[in-house]
């Protein structure tokens, strides 16, 4: 553990990319099996202890520290993790070094009921660095700045293999990867992949930021506000995975039943909304199915989901993806049929006539369960990752209110010093100011600064971490939808809501009024 | 016996004292001022009189331009004092910087100390904290929370003087503040036996003066604006804090970015000042020094000001002891922590 936590450590304090990158490559080649698996698996967020949750922890402190004091002391560090790593009482005697594997098998070997006696002996083994590494991989949240990608790029650097078969091995090897190390060290074949239903990295797609593009070169298809999804059919089993690479199957049983054919899709997954008239329904849907460990048949049945294919990355044992997007396309528009039209569609292409016609139907479409645009070069292969100028989203304007900041919360992390959370309200016709959403994002740092001091010197009331303000400052507020909401007084919640201008110049009466923003609901 | 809430008063700028019309550490300008150490949220230019000891009055006279000569201004060594509108005070040594104290108020029986700020550990550059039996103990709380755990000092100079070992064609950038961190870095470095030159940022040239005038051997200090930048490789560099990300840092080797402060603790706030080497060095008492402070000095009541007031109160809270939370405003906990 002791390796590990410096390894962390390192990565907290180093900026660089390509620091971080060495810091891995040393680690990886000088660390041996299984502990580097493990830790490069915790460094991703690639390992998950169901025993062992943030309330574990909580609980176990209970045990040894004053609960108040845990409280402040964690609204001050912004991390229960490393609020805990310093908090734990220091165990007397030396300590004999507890190795990463060691600890991985404790903490998958634990039950929930036993999970804090577990937690505690390991604790009591480590130093305070040790105590954070330990609870960091224990409770996941590494926040190293240490990508999926950056670790796969760092294995082939410490390998010296092609960095393309690493991103295909990686999700079809589960941690600590041994084969992939014995591969990379050359110790063994490239491992096989043909009987096993593998994650294929998604291709993914860079914001348009040019004026236009030439159709011709470019095909448009509509952008679904649902979740990606990438549906593998192989080794006699068929898993969703989503665009992290996280499988997803249990969530979605229907799905997972239905898609019986030799492929692997790529596609937007979404509920199928009554109101819509059958048609796909907004995000505020499908967020009833997600995160689901159990679904009931209730929930099939109120919230349907299909999946709108988009691409055909493999079928019938062939490889599609070097080909170019019109040859998939061609192939998929094939395909599809072979799949249960009650569970699958396929996404249209738009047939615009030029660019112009586009922003024309872009500015025009209404469903709420469209995002914006995809435009997909029509002669690219389908590759891992953001490509420049092969695929771009160009997402519809987001709607904008302004509304009054009336509470404002630390941040966590980076930003737990910072007044960086923030509540909104507009006026009821009544004249009484009701929340109506949080963001956190769209400012710069700067511009936190500077929200930050207002805060502070305009706070009327302290709650806990939270301060009530002087309800005097306009923020234009951009949010790509708005839906009915039980859960908030004003009975409305933004998607996406973000700061988008400090509006110093506007006075608090004149921001916008509920009835305003109600009219905007899709 | 007084009561105290009749002649010492609290208040956002400081803590004033009725009888004597007197201000401990005011934030404003006030007609007597006692001042209990030199750092800026203590100590403030414009008082009509100043009263402290001779350390932080040439502290005062050099940082904010205080007539330290003046017939209006009184310089007090530790254990002595003076008597105003029949309150004695006197001065005693706090351990936080070169001629930081406690000022202590005795007034018809009853006995106040104010610590300003303080820490318990060995610090070569002032003298050691001392346990002043009183009835009230206004005491700082900059690391009143059970987190702050400072790791002995000679864990955290080795660490510097490994990582600029590790790396000697770089140097490495140690962000202290001018007024006692730098010092007592740099004794502390001399203490672990760091022989070479140490090279220091101009503003802490005049400073590092001040503490060898009175005393404390700093060793060979050089100007970085006077050396050339390959002489600095595999040196250690001192600056404050302010400089560590500032234009100025490009005349050194390919600086790590080091930071002494008690804040260091914290990942998340070492990172936020983009600080590669957090060294926990702290001129403040953590958590076991106020609380094991608190116990010896047993006093009838504390008040607890600038820092984490709510966790030191819990403390005496869980441990049956009277205390409030005094707020003072000024007080700038980021810098020299």
């Excluded at chain 1, 996404?347 to 469209?370: H, K, N």
């Excluded at chain 2, 080795?158 to 730098?182: D, F, M, Q, T």
């Amino acid at each position: 553990m002791k390796r590990f936590a410096a390894l962390i450590d390192r990565l907290i304090y180093t900026r660089s990319r390509n620091s971080k990158l060495a810091l891995i490559v040393d680690y990886l080649r000088h660390t041996p099996d299984p502990d580097r698996g493990w830790a490069i698996a915790a460094l991703t967020e690639s390992l998950d202890f169901p025993a062992v949750k943030a309330g574990t922890v909580r609980t176990l402190l209970a045990t040894r520290v004053d609960e108040e004091l845990f409280r402040l002391s964690r609204h001050f560090v912004g991390d229960t993790a490393e609020t805990a790593a310093l908090l734990w009482p220091e165990a007397s005697g030396k300590k004999a070094d507890l190795s990463v594997s060691d600890a991985v098998d404790a903490l998958a070997a634990t039950s929930r009921s036993d999970a804090p006696a577990v937690v505690a002996s390991l604790l009591d083994r480590l130093d305070a660095d040790g105590r954070y590494a330990l609870l960091k991989l224990a409770l996941g949240g590494m926040r190293v700045g240490v990508s999926a990608r950056l670790a796969k790029q760092a294995f082939a650097q410490a390998f010296d293999v092609p960095v393309d078969d690493v991103e295909e091995l990686w999700h079809a090897i589960p941690p600590p990867y041994a084969p992939l190390f014995a591969w990379g060290e050359g110790r063994a074949e490239r491992p096989d992949l043909a009987d096993v239903a593998f994650f294929r990295p998604f291709m993914l797609a860079h914001p348009l930021e040019e004026e236009s593009v030439d159709l011709a070169d470019y095909a448009a298809e509509w952008k679904w506000d649902g979740i990606r999804v990438q549906i593998v059919h192989g080794g006699g089993e068929t898993r969703i995975y989503s665009r992290g690479g996280e499988e997803i199957s249990g969530a979605f049983p229907e799905l997972v039943a239905a898609f019986d054919q030799d492929a692997v899709i790529d596609g937007e997954l979404l509920v199928r909304g009554e109101v819509q008239g059958g048609e796909a329904a907004s995000f505020n849907a499908l967020q009833q199915r997600l995160g689901r460990k159990v679904v009931s048949k209730k929930m099939l049945a109120d919230y349907p989901a299909f999946v709108r294919v988009y691409d055909l990355l493999a079928v019938d044992g062939n490889d599609l993806r070097a080909l170019a997007w019109t040859e998939r396309r061609r192939q998929l528009e094939a395909f599809v049929p072979r799949l249960a039209a009650s569970h699958f569609d396929l996404s249209q292409v738009i047939d615009a006539t030029d660019f112009d016609d586009l922003a024309e139907r872009r500015a025009g479409a209404r469903d709420a369960a469209i995002e914006g645009v995809m435009l997909k070069r029509r002669d690219a292969p389908y590759v891992a990752g953001r490509r420049a100028g092969l695929w771009y989203k160009w997402k519809r304007d987001p709607l904008t209110a302004d509304c009054v900041m009336m509470y404002a919360q630390r941040g966590n992390g980076r930003r737990a010093s910072f007044y960086s959370d923030y509540t909104f309200g507009c006026w009821s016709d009544a004249g009484e100011l009701l929340p109506v959403g949080k963001a956190y994002s769209g400012f710069t740092d700067e511009e936190l600064k500077w929200l930050d001091k207002f805060v502070r010197d305009n706070t009327l009331n302290r709650f806990g971490p939270v301060r009530e303000v002087e309800k005097s400052l306009v923020l234009e507020v951009a949010f790509d939808s708005i839906h009915t909401s039980k859960r908030h007084k004003s009975g409305l919640a933004m998607r996406f809501p973000r700061i988008s201008r400090i509006r110093r110049d506007k006075p608090a009466e004149e921001a916008d009024r509920i009835a305003t923003l109600q009219a905007m609901v899709t | 016996m007084a009561k105290t809430r009749t002649w010492i008063e609290p208040h956002p700028s400081g803590i004033h004292v009725k009888p004597a019309d007197l201000w401990i550490d005011p934030s404003r300008p006030a007609p007597r001022a006692a001042v209990t150490h030199g750092h800026a949220d203590h100590a403030r230019s414009g008082h009509g009189a100043v009263f402290a000891t001779p350390e932080t009055l040439a502290i005062m006279a050099l940082r904010y331009g205080v007539d330290a000569e003046a017939s209006n201004n009184a310089a007090f060594a530790y254990g002595d004092g003076f008597e105003r509108g029949g309150v004695r005070f006197s001065f005693h040594p706090a351990g936080h910087v070169l001629g930081s104290a406690q000022i202590l108020m005795e007034y018809q029986g009853e006995r106040i100390v104010v610590t300003g700020d303080y820490k318990r550990r060995a610090d070569p550059t002032c003298a050691p904290f001392e346990v002043v039996p009183c009835d009230i103990f206004v005491t700082e709380a900059t690391f009143g929370l059970p987190v702050f755990r400072h790791p002995p000092t000679s864990d955290e100079i080795a660490k510097l003087i490994g990582a600029v070992r590790a790396e000697p064609e770089r140097s490495v950038l140690v962000g202290a503040y001018a007024l006692g961190k730098a010092q007592r870095v740099i004794t502390e470095l001399r203490g672990a036996g760091w022989d070479a030159p140490i090279y220091i940022h101009g503003a802490l040239e005049k400073m590092c003066q001040l503490y060898a005038v009175h005393g404390v051997d700093l060793g060979e200090l050089r100007l970085v604006s006077e050396t050339d930048k390959a002489e600095m490789a595999g040196q250690i560099v001192l600056a404050p804090p302010s400089a560590l990300n500032d234009r100025w840092s490009r005349r050194l080797p390919d600086p790590v970015t080091a930071m002494a402060s008690g804040w260091m603790r914290v990942r998340q706030r070492a990172r936020q000042r983009m600080v590669e080497l957090p060294l926990v060095i702290s001129d403040h008492a953590d958590w076991d020094e106020l609380t094991t402070t608190i116990s010896e000095v047993n006093p009838k009541e504390s008040w607890i000001t600038h820092g984490s007031e709510d966790g030191l109160l819990r403390w005496c809270e869980l441990t049956q002891r009277k205390a409030r939370a005094l707020h003072l405003v000024g007080r700038d906990l980021e810098e020299e922590a």
